[in-house]
């Protein structure tokens, strides 16, 4: 096993279906990354002495150091733009019912809310848009995607990740339509509306499309010749299949996440990387025909989303990045052994022909043992070389 690329060109011959030296590992950023106290436990379990940082507080998720990333020969770092000037997006803490409440107000309005005596991760606690028509729309403080505050040496810290070593470099997860729709307005109202409101709907999304077209335009000029994915994403299904109505995604959604595809592709040659989770194959053509590259995290658990299945319908228009193991059942459940077998047994089904990205399903949760993720990403490395 000896490795001949560097991991950005490890990366772009395996987003262009070649076979590179070996597969490409990751440990995500916002998606498919790892929960704080399972990474607690992990550099624990590997003796590392250092701080943790919270890259996610919603869904708590820890900043690998460069330490773990090295030990787990990741090939992919992470570039973000910030929170605009003067927004205050602070953690509070608040007594509600007798409980500690850690609240966070995000710029669209939304409130996210965690018990202090969980700490697991935040939902929703305030939908801004509830009681909203759609006049109401127009008045809305919807926030500015092209801020410059936002991008305020941006460049500077692309460049520099690309001098420590040749990184493959991506964006963090952005580009979240339709479910800021839905965070905005509640889900149940939101569901109503797709049947009784959908004008509602397509107005809110509108607006919504408007930031994100804007905040690319302005994160691509500043390192957009510097990337080499870029991630977008909205949850379309569940455990069985379409959380909605593929009706409705195809004539409201769909345009709208077309739209935002064809604009970032405009502005940079980076490829484009999905997320929904869930049993999403019936949407994956909608995905390959909106101009989407890559999908994460393949839900493998899910019906309809068998590997071997996946690999030979979609496995030459779009990339896999995840679907390393069942996060649900075997990563946190079974021994080490048998973590090795099913990382071996998925590796060996996905990475025919280049087009593959290792990485768990979605996130590492909190109780994962860390030997567990140890065989996981152990096994992968031993596993992802090409003849």
Not at 293 to 319: A, W, Y
Request: net charge negative.
């Amino acid at each position: 096993m000896k490795e001949t690329m560097t991991p950005r060109q490890r990366l772009n011959a395996a987003l262009n279906h070649e076979e590179p030296d070996r597969v490409p590992l990751d440990l995500g950023g916002f998606q498919t990354g790892i929960h704080r106290r399972a990474y607690a436990a992990l550099i624990e379990y590997l003796g590392f002495n250092e701080e943790i940082q919270t890259l996610d507080p919603v869904q708590q998720l820890a900043v690998p150091s460069e330490t773990v990333l090295e030990r787990f020969h990741i090939d992919t770092r992470y570039i973000c733009a910030k929170a605009p000037e003067g927004f205050n997006g602070m953690v509070r803490k608040n007594e509600r019912n007798g409980r500690i409440w850690h609240d966070l107000k995000d710029e669209f309005g939304v409130v996210w809310s965690m018990p202090d005596d969980q700490m697991l991760y935040m939902d929703i606690s305030h939908h801004p848009l509830a009681d909203a028509a759609i006049d109401d729309l127009a008045d809305y403080p919807f926030p500015k995607g092209n801020d410059p505050s936002r991008f305020i040496d941006l460049r500077k810290k692309a460049i520099d990740l690309r001098k420590n070593k040749p990184y493959a470099l991506s964006t963090g997860i952005g580009g979240v339509i339709y479910e800021t729709g839905w965070y905005m307005r509640g889900l149940e109202k939101w569901y109503m509306d797709t049947a009784l409101n959908p004008e509602f709907c397509g107005a809110l999304l509108d607006r919504i499309l408007k930031f994100w077209k804007d905040y690319y335009t302005g994160f691509m000029a500043e390192v957009g010749d510097l990337l080499d994915v870029v991630m977008v994403g909205d949850d379309l299904a569940g455990q069985d299949g379409p959380l909605f109505s593929p009706t409705f995604y195809k004539s409201i959604v769909k345009p709208r996440q077309k739209e935002l595809v064809r604009h970032i592709h405009s502005l940079t040659k980076a490829k484009i990387w999905y997320h929904t989770c869930g049993g999403c194959t019936v949407y994956i053509p909608e995905l390959i025909d909106n101009g989407i590259d890559i999908i994460n995290p393949v839900q493998i658990s899910c019906h309809g989303m068998d590997p071997t299945e996946l690999k030979q319908r979609f496995g030459r228009d779009i990339v896999f990045w995840g679907g390393g193991i069942d996060a649900q059942h075997i990563l946190p459940n079974a021994t080490p052994e048998v973590v090795r077998k099913e990382v071996h047994k998925n590796m060996e089904i996905f990475k025919p022909g280049g087009g593959y990205v290792f990485n768990n399903v979605h996130n590492i949760q909190f109780g994962v043992p860390p030997e567990n993720i140890i065989a996981m990403y152990d096994q992968a490395y031993e596993s992802s070389f090409y003849p």
